[in-house]
Antibody
Framework: EVQLLESGGGLVQPGGSLRLSCAASGFTFSTYAMSWVRQAPGKGLEWVSVINDSGSSIYYVDSVKGRFTISRDNSKNTLYLQLNSLRAEDTAVYYC??????WGQGTLVSVSS | EIVMTQSPATLSVSPGERATLSCRASQTVSSDLAWYQQKPGQAPRLLIYGASTRATGIPVRFSGSGSGTEFTLTISSLQSEDFAVYYCLQYKNWPWTFGQGTRVEFK
């Protein structure tokens, strides 16, 4: 059974940092491109970032460029997202996504003073 | 960036009726188009990929069609569990982009 388990969310002040993790199991993690997608409260889905299977290609949505960093450790079957210089508008549930197939249950990031 | 536009924003349907949801891309995405269903408090669930291929375990009442810039998701006979928000996603080019969603509600 495919499982994606996100962790690391929480309440943080504007300008703060968080590191999200996504532990994967049930599929060959090292062969999948992995993404982070977020959903602000009551809003639609927004793709945030992707990293290819080897980690050699990375893309970000413009609104997070220079602030967020995606990475992966194929030896640990884990995807990461480092969130720096957080803003109120980054408040959302963050999902990890394997290719376009499999979704985690999400972790909530709240940015507020 | 490819802009995905879904219509209508809200669709009011009675159980047993047919529902037709549309998704338009600002430039061609070939058949690199997926549809998702999301219920409150849950992660999205993949319904259709490759514009027309049902994902594993998805009932046959869900069907997808289209290519290029115009796509349709059809639910042939709406069941109570189908009331949800539906999103399209293009995965042709980075950044991947979602439509804004169509809410299917009880009429």
């Amino acid at each position: 059974e495919v499982q994606l388990l996100e962790s690391g969310g929480g309440l943080v002040q504007p300008g703060g940092s968080l590191r999200l993790s996504c532990a994967a199991s049930g599929f060959t993690f090292s062969t999948y491109a992995m993404s982070w997608v977020r959903q602000a409260p009551g809003k639609g889905l927004e793709w945030v970032s992707v990293i290819n299977d080897s980690g050699s290609s990375i893309y970000y949505v413009d609104s997070v460029k220079g602030r967020f960093t995606i990475s992966r450790d194929n030896s640990k079957n884990t995807l990461y997202l480092q969130l720096n210089s957080l803003r109120a508008e980054d408040t959302a549930v963050y999902y990890c996504l394997a290719s376009f197939d499999y979704w985690g249950q999400g972790t909530l990031v709240s940015v507020s003073s | 960036e490819i802009v995905m536009t879904q219509s209508p924003a809200t669709l009011s349907v009675s159980p047993g009726e047919r529902a037709t949801l549309s998704c338009r891309a600002s430039q061609t995405v070939s058949s690199d188009l997926a549809w998702y269903q999301q219920k409150p408090g849950q992660a999205p669930r993949l319904l259709i990929y490759g514009a027309s291929t049902r994902a594993t375990g998805i009932p046959v009442r869900f069907s997808g069609s289209g290519s290029g810039t115009e796509f349709t998701l059809t639910i042939s006979s709406l069941q109570s569990e189908d009331f949800a928000v539906y999103y399209c996603l293009q995965y042709k080019n980075w950044p991947w982009t979602f439509g804004q969603g169509t809410r299917v509600e009880f009429k």
